[in-house]
C-alpha cells in the first residue's frame, strides 16, 4: 500500500455534465492510497487516512496536486510529426498536401517503431493515461504501437486506419474490402484486451469519404459480430462544409451520419451505439445529435484542429441539450497540442466566443469533467477510470506548480477553499513541464527508452 499527499482534485461519483458543479471534489490537504493491485483504497482528507494505512509509505506529492489521468478520446498516431504542417487549406486540402504522404512513410517499420516511441513519450509526459487512437493503415505499425503501449503500460484503444478508395497521394494507404476487413479481423484477434486489458481495438474507418457503401456494409458486419467482446467503433463525422457536400453527394444521403447508421442504399448494420465515437461534430443536423444521443455515442470534441482547419465550432448548447455525451479530442496533428489541459483552454476560448445566444462561460467543473468522466464514459470505462474514487484503477497525475515559471505566483492569491476558481486556473495555466507523475493502475510511467 501507498498513499500519495497533496491537493486532490476531481469531480466524483457518476454525474451528468450539467451536475459536474456539484460533484467537484477539491481536498487542500487529501490522500489518495493505492493497493498492491493499483486500485484506490482510500481518496480523502489525509487527517481521515484510515489506522489500517498507518504503517504505509508516504509519497508527499505537496504542494502539488491529484487529479485524474486526463483522457483524449481522438488522435492520429501516424500524425505524431505533423504537427502544425502547413496544407495552405482547409481539411481536404490538408490531408492530400502533408498527411496523406505522411501517413505512407510507416510503411516503413523501423520508422514506425521511432514515431510509436514518440507517440508514447508525449503522451506520458502530458498526462495522457488514457486514449482513443487513430492507428495506421500498415499492420507493422500498429504492431509497433501496440508493442510500446504494452511496454509502457498506457491505455490505448486503437485501429488501422481504413481506406478503400481516396485520391492519388492516399493511394499507398488503400487496400481492397476484403483486405480490410482481414486486416482489421486479425488486428481485433491478436490485440483486443492485451495488456490485461489496458490494450483494446477499435474499427477505424479515417471518414465516410475514405471508404465505399460496400466497405461500411463490410464493416458493420464485422462490427455486430464483436461488439459484444468491447471492440470499439471510431471514425470522423460532420467535420467541414466541404465534407459534408461530398458525403451527401457520393452516398446519396440526407444525413452525414446516415453513412454510419446502416441507411445506405441497401441498408446494412448500424455503427452507432456505446463505444462509438465520432470525432468533431461540428456541423450535425439536429437528427444526427438525436440518433448519437438515443444510441449512446459520444462525440470527441477538437476545439484546437478546428481552429487550425478553419471547421468552424461545435455547438457546445445544442450538442450537450440533446443529450450526447462530449469528451475531449486534442486531434494531433490537426490540433497542435499534446496537452489535454491546453485543450481545454481552447475549448472555454471557442465557447465564450460562439455567437450571441449560443455563447457561454464553461464552468471549471465542467472543463474537467470533459477531460475526465466524460472521456471515460466515452470509453465505456466509467467503473475502471476517470476519477478518483474509491475502488477505481489508479490513473492520476501529480502536477507540480513549482515545475513550471509563474505558475506557483499565479495560484498563490487563490483560497484553496476556493475550489472552482483554483480549477480554472490550474486548468488553464499549466504547461506540459507541470506534470511531474503519470500513473496507470498504480503503476508510474517514465519517458525513458526501454
Not at 160 to 170: D, H
Not at 272 to 295: K, M, Q, Y
Not at 297 to 321: D, E, I, N, Y
Request: with cysteine.
Amino acid at each position: 500500500m501507498r498513499v500519495y499527499r497533496g491537493h486532490l482534485i476531481h469531480i466524483g461519483g457518476a454525474p451528468r455534465l450539467a451536475e459536474a458543479h456539484h460533484h467537484l471534489v477539491s481536498v487542500p490537504d487529501g490522500a489518495l492510497a493505492v493497493d498492491e493491485n493499483g486500485t484506490i483504497a482510500f481518496s480523502g482528507r489525509h487527517d481521515q487516512l484510515p489506522a489500517t494505512l498507518a504503517g504505509a509509505d508516504v509519497v508527499d506529492c505537496r504542494p502539488g496536486f491529484l487529479l485524474p489521468g486526463f483522457i483524449d478520446t481522438h488522435l492520429h498516431f501516424p500524425q505524431t510529426h505533423c504537427v502544425d504542417s502547413y496544407g495552405g487549406g482547409q481539411l481536404l486540402d490538408w490531408l492530400q498536401r502533408c498527411i496523406f504522404p505522411a501517413e505512407a512513410r510507416l510503411a516503413d517499420t523501423d520508422y514506425a517503431r521511432t514515431v510509436a516511441r514518440d507517440f508514447c513519450r508525449r503522451r506520458i509526459a502530458v498526462g495522457t493515461t488514457t486514449a482513443l487512437v487513430f492507428g495506421s493503415a500498415f499492420p507493422d505499425a500498429q504492431d509497433a504501437l501496440f508493442e510500446e503501449a504494452c511496454r509502457t503500460g498506457l491505455r490505448t484503444i486503437s485501429g488501422r486506419g481504413i481506406q478503400t478508395v481516396g485520391p492519388a497521394a492516399a493511394m499507398p494507404l488503400l487496400t481492397d474490402d476484403a483486405t480490410a476487413i482481414e486486416l482489421t479481423d486479425n488486428e481485433i484477434r491478436r490485440w483486443h484486451g492485451a495488456a490485461d486489458g489496458l490494450v483494446a481495438v477499435a474499427v477505424v474507418p479515417r471518414f465516410a469519404l475514405s471508404v465505399t457503401a460496400a466497405t461500411l456494409h463490410a464493416l458493420g458486419e464485422l462490427y455486430d459480430a464483436v461488439r459484444g467482446s468491447g471492440v470499439y467503433f471510431h471514425t470522423h463525422l460532420c467535420e467541414n462544409i466541404g465534407e459534408i457536400e461530398a458525403v451527401r453527394s457520393d452516398f446519396g444521403v440526407q444525413h452525414y451520419l446516415d453513412t454510419y447508421d446502416g441507411r445506405l442504399t441497401g441498408g446494412g448494420r448500424s455503427l452507432l451505439g456505446r463505444r462509438s465515437v465520432f470525432a468533431h461534430a461540428v456541423h450535425c443536423s439536429d437528427h444526427e445529435l438525436g440518433r448519437l444521443a438515443e444510441t449512446g455515442s459520444s462525440v470527441a470534441h477538437c476545439p484546437t484542429s478546428q481552429l487550425f482547419l478553419g471547421s468552424g465550432t461545435m455547438p457546445w448548447r445544442r450538442t450537450t441539450a440533446a443529450g450526447v455525451n462530449v469528451a475531449l479530442g486534442t486531434d494531433v496533428a490537426a490540433g497542435d497540442e499534446w496537452s489535454i489541459p491546453r485543450v481545454l483552454n481552447d475549448c472555454f476560448k471557442v465557447h465564450i466566443s460562439e455567437p450571441v445566444g449560443q455563447d457561454l462561460s464553461i464552468p471549471p467543473a465542467e472543463l474537467l469533467f470533459t477531460a475526465t468522466v466524460a472521456g471515460a464514459r466515452a470509453l465505456d470505462m466509467e467503473e475502471r477510470v476517470g476519477n478518483l474514487d474509491v475502488g477505481k484503477e489508479a490513473d492520476f497525475v501529480v502536477i507540480d506548480p513549482r515545475r513550471q515559471p509563474m505558475l506557483p505566483a499565479v495560484l498563490a492569491p487563490i483560497d484553496p477553499d476556493d475550489s472552482h476558481r483554483l480549477l480554472f486556473t490550474l486548468l488553464l495555466s499549466m504547461r506540459e513541464e507541470a506534470v511531474d507523475q503519470v500513473f496507470v493502475r498504480g503503476h508510474r510511467l517514465t519517458t525513458a527508452p526501454g
